[in-house]
Antibody, heavy 125, light 107 residues
Framework: EVHLVESGGGLEQPGGSLRLSCAAT????????MNWVRQAPGKGLEWVSY????????YYADSVKGRFTISRDNAKNSLYLQINSLRADDTAVYFC??????????????????WGKGTTVTVSS | SSELTQDPAVSVALGQTVRITCQGD??????ASWYQQKSGQAPVLVIY???DRPSGIPDRFSGSSSGNTASLTITGAQAEDEADYYC??????????FGGGTKLTVL
């Protein structure tokens, strides 16, 4: 069965750092692009970062550029998110999600078909 | 990056049909995907592509698209469909974007 399991969340002070991990099982991790998505308490989903299967292309939301770094280790079937200079508004549940692409005639489509349960990051002094 | 706009809340009577919409410029080039999120749980993909459902998603869920608007339709809404629904797509800068979410209440 396909699973994603996040870890590494916790309580951290403003200005601190955390490294989130996402362990993939049940599929060939190296064949898939991946996303990090977060959700602040009581708020909607916010896309954070995307990495292609070979780490050849990486994208970040404007809100996290320069502070977050996405990476992956295909040999370990793992995805990572390094979060530096933590701010209170980084407080959220962080989900990893498998990214898939397709096309139909002249339209492309992209979706996230497998999600982990999330790991909670709380930034507070 | 571009934006996707959803109505914050929609309600439907049990067994009736409801449409949840999502508007944005990126939808002129990309099909939206739709996610259901129940309280305290991870999102679940319900519609992707032109109108495809992952295995296990009931066929009362369907998707459509016209111009800059994507729609998720639930035909014969059930009590268990009460949830938050989010649309998503990529944009021309290759970022991903989510709509603000629609809270569906089944009366």
């Amino acid at each position: 069965e396909v699973h994603l399991v996040e870890s590494g969340g916790g309580l951290e002070q403003p200005g601190g750092s955390l490294r989130l991990s996402c362990a993939a099982t049940g599929f060939t991790f190296s064949n898939y692009n991946m996303n990090w998505v977060r959700q602040a308490p009581g708020k909607g989903l916010e896309w954070v970062s995307y990495i292609t299967s070979d780490s050849g292309a990486i994208y970040y939301a404007d809100s996290v550029k320069g502070r977050f770094t996405i990476s992956r280790d295909n040999a370990k079937n793992s995805l990572y998110l390094q979060i530096n200079s933590l701010r209170a508004d980084d407080t959220a549940v962080y989900f990893c999600a498998r990214a898939v692409a397709g096309s139909y005639r002249s339209y492309y489509y992209y979706y996230m078909d497998v999600w982990g349960k999330g790991t909670t990051v709380t930034v507070s002094s | 990056s571009s934006e996707l706009t959803q109505d914050p809340a929609v309600s439907v009577a049990l067994g009736q049909t409801v449409r949840i919409t999502c508007q944005g410029d990126s939808l002129r080039n990309y099909y939206a995907s739709w996610y259901q999120q129940k309280s305290g749980q991870a999102p679940v993909l319900v519609i992707y592509g032109k109108n495809d459902r992952p295995s296990g998603i009931p066929d009362r869920f369907s998707g459509s698209s016209s111009g800059n608007t994507a729609s998720l339709t639930i035909t014969g809404a059930q009590a268990e469909d009460e949830a938050d629904y989010y649309c998503s797509s990529r944009d021309i800068s290759d970022d991903w974007v989510f709509g603000g979410g629609t809270k569906l209440t089944v009366l």
